[in-house]
Each structure stands twice: as C-alpha cells, then as structure tokens.
C-alpha cells in the first residue's frame, strides 16, 4: 500500500521522535528517590564545607533528598573509587577536587581511572591556599622571605597537612619557581600542621584561607601572600605569590562528578541546578567565606580545567620527587 506523502512524512517524524522519548523522560523524571553525594574526605575538611551549603539548595531544587556522605582514606581514593563502582543512574555523585588530579600521578597503582572513569558535571569553586610564617620568622613580605630562605638553605621547615596535600604541593611548587630549599614536614591532616606553626615548631605552611584568618587577624600568624593567580576579595590586601614569582599559581578546585555512563541529560539537568544554585547570592557570599570564587560552567570546560590540573600537578610530582606514605 503506498502512504501519501503527507501522512508518511508525519509516520516518519513520529518515528525518529520515538528512540528520544524515554531519554527525555528519564531526565525530566529525574530524580526519584535520593541523591547521594560523596565526600572523599572527613566531615568538617574543606571538601565538606564547601558542598553543604550547595547539596541543601540542591535538594530543593531537585525536590529529593540530597545526602553527604563521608568516606575519607587514602587522600581521597576511597571515595572515589566509590562512585566509580556505582551505577551510572545519576544517583551517586563525587566531590571532585584537585586531589584527584594529584592522586593521578601520586599514586602508581589505583583500580581506576579518573580522567576516565569519572564523567564530569560541574566546577563549583576555587579556593586559594595563604602562605603563612610563624612571627619569629624575620621575613615581613615575601620577597624579604625568599632572600631569607636563599641565605639560610634546609633551615626552613615547611610544614603540610599530608604528602600530595594543597598545602604539600603548594609548596613544592614554590620551592620549585622561586628557587629556595625547605624541609618538608609532613602532618596528618591541616590541624595539627597550624597547631605546630602557631607554637614555633615549622616555620612555614601554605594554608587554606578559613582556618588562619583568626590567627592572621589576631597577629599569631603572619601572612605573606595568597596562592591564587590574582588577590583574594578576603585579604584583599596580601599580594598574590605571582606577583613577586611570575607564573606561580596554586589553588584548589571543587566541582562535581559522576560514574562514567551516568546518562548525558541527567548530566546536563544536574549541570544546570548547579550553576542555577552557584548564581544564588547567599552561596555566593558562603564560597567567599572560604575565600573562594565561584567557578560555574559546563561539562566539558570542567573535564579541560581538571585534565588541565592533572598534567600541571605531573609535572610538579615528578620534579620534586613525591611519593605517597
């Protein structure tokens, strides 16, 4: 029987609409029960504080639960491996940070791939580290402290939450572009690296901004610069590392990830409550707080930003020799 064109025309376009039907609906269904968000590391780390205030207005955006969950060890590879082992439904979502561009090249054998094996969704933020001394330290600005830490070579203690840390890498960085020797001294976590800066015992730290502002302000610590490429709105009167050592830059980014597969539309709706909630004043204000600035965009500018962050953080690893405890 031959169709008239018309009618054909019409039984074709309802065919080819046919195979995007249950993907749309997937997406506008999406989601159905709730979504879990893991944290790679413990309740009250950065990583924690930074997605709390984003998961709550997420939430109600979504209208299902929202629901943190901490699974701190191995600098971060245990959480990650999580989500990489889950079902790629949209249900279970990473805390993506600059940790997991470092573990890339840190750890030798992991049982997966991040670059790979998590699909990304969205940047959240960047978050600058300060670099701070103990008052006994001489140096009043940073060039003073570079002239300092050349004439006096392996005598400074530079302390760091941990080996592949914000705080370790930043530093071996700056060790690095500025040409100065320290000692590394690694501490199990950021706390007691402050603890151990406040009481004379290392000289120098590459902290992160929330913890030191109370010891800054309260002139217990003294600091020098930020690590980020430009000032701080925070300590809008610190200069930034780059502008006495050219190039140098050393923040943390946040963002969001889920297992690969996870479908391209619920990819693409979670990308857009995120920026949605990333333009709200009220996170906005929190991440400044931190003394970080938001970072919205798409998938794939964040995909480039975090394959960007594993190849510079490669080469900083290699060079300086990391390995992990």
Do not use: C
């Amino acid at each position: 029987m031959k169709l008239p064109r018309r009618k054909f025309l019409h039984l074709a376009a309802g065919a080819a609409a046919l195979p995007l039907a249950p993907h749309v609906a997937r997406a506008q269904a999406y989601p159905t029960r709730p979504v879990r968000i893991v944290v790679a590391f413990p309740p009250g780390s950065t990583s924690d504080i930074v997605i709390r205030p984003i998961g709550a207005r997420l939430q109600e955006r979504l209208g299902q639960p929202a629901v943190i969950d901490n699974r701190p060890g191995a600098g971060g590879n245990i959480g990650t491996e999580a989500v990489v082992r889950a079902p790629a439904d949209g249900y279970t979502l990473l805390v993506v940070t600059t940790a997991n561009a470092v573990n890339t090249t840190l750890y030798e054998k992991l049982n997966f791939d991040f670059i790979r094996d998590i699909a990304p969704i969205a940047s959240i933020a960047v978050i600058s580290n300060v670099m701070l001394v103990n008052p006994a330290v001489p140096a009043k600005t940073l060039p003073e402290f570079i002239a300092y830490a050349k004439s006096n070579p392996g005598k400074i203690n530079m302390a760091s939450g941990g080996i592949g840390a914000a705080s370790h890498i930043a530093g071996e960085l700056f060790k690095m572009m500025a040409g100065v020797d320290m000692v590394h001294v690694p501490y199990r976590g950021s706390p007691p690296a402050l603890t151990d800066l406040l009481g004379g015992q290392v000289q120098a730290f590459f902290g992160l901004l929330p913890p030191s502002l109370e010891h800054i302000r309260a002139g217990k610590l003294r600091a020098l610069a930020v690590t980020s490429a430009t000032r701080s709105q925070t300590l809008a009167e610190l200069p930034a590392i780059a502008e006495f050592v050219p190039g140098y830059e050393a923040s943390s980014v946040w963002g969001l990830g889920a297992p690969r597969g996870t479908p391209a539309e619920i990819i693409a709706k979670l990308n857009r409550e995120i920026n949605a909630t990333l333009a709200e004043p009220k996170i906005r204000e929190a991440l400044l707080n931190l003394g970080g600035t938001v970072l919205s965009g798409s998938p794939d500018e964040f995909a480039k930003l975090m394959a960007d962050e594993t190849e510079k953080w490669a080469k900083v690893i290699k060079v300086a020799g990391i390995k992990p405890e």
